[in-house]
């Protein structure tokens, strides 16, 4: 079992930058991949960003090249998702994931466990 907590959410002026972070616990989270994905509102889950077991393969939505980041550290069981260059339309609850396996997908039906979610919200 793998539990997932993200943190760092919050409201931001465009233009602006936040840190999520996603601690996870269980003895696995070093073989798994990771993911973050978001939803807006009235849509639908997206994928935002992946990363491979080891960091070694990355993942970004084309929405996202150029803005965001994706990195881990598996000493401290987390996952990163750098924010930069917040537009409006990046408001959404942005959640982490992880699946049993080294290599990420795009697919949120591909993965196993979720966190509860944080809120970002970009408005001037």
């Known amino acids: 079992q793998v539990q997932l907590v993200e943190s760092g959410g919050g409201l931001v002026q465009p233009g602006g930058s936040l840190r999520l972070s996603c601690a996870a616990s269980?003895?696995?989270?070093?073989?798994?991949?990771m993911g973050w994905f978001r939803q807006a509102p009235g849509k639908e889950r997206e994928f935002v960003a992946a990363?491979?077991?080891?960091?070694?393969?990355?993942g970004l939505a084309d929405s996202v090249k150029g803005r965001f980041t994706i990195s881990r550290d598996n000493a401290l069981n987390t996952v990163y998702l750098q924010l930069n260059s917040l537009k409006p339309e990046d408001t959404a609850v942005y959640y982490c994931?992880?699946?049993?396996?080294?290599?990420?997908?795009?697919?949120?039906?591909?993965?196993?466990?979720w966190g509860q979610g944080t809120q970002v919200t970009v408005s001037s």
């Open positions: 994931a992880t699946r049993r396996g080294v290599s990420y997908s795009l697919r949120p039906d591909e993965y196993d466990y």
């Open positions: 269980g003895r696995t989270f070093s073989r798994n991949a």
């Open positions: 990363i491979s077991w080891n960091g070694g393969s990355i």
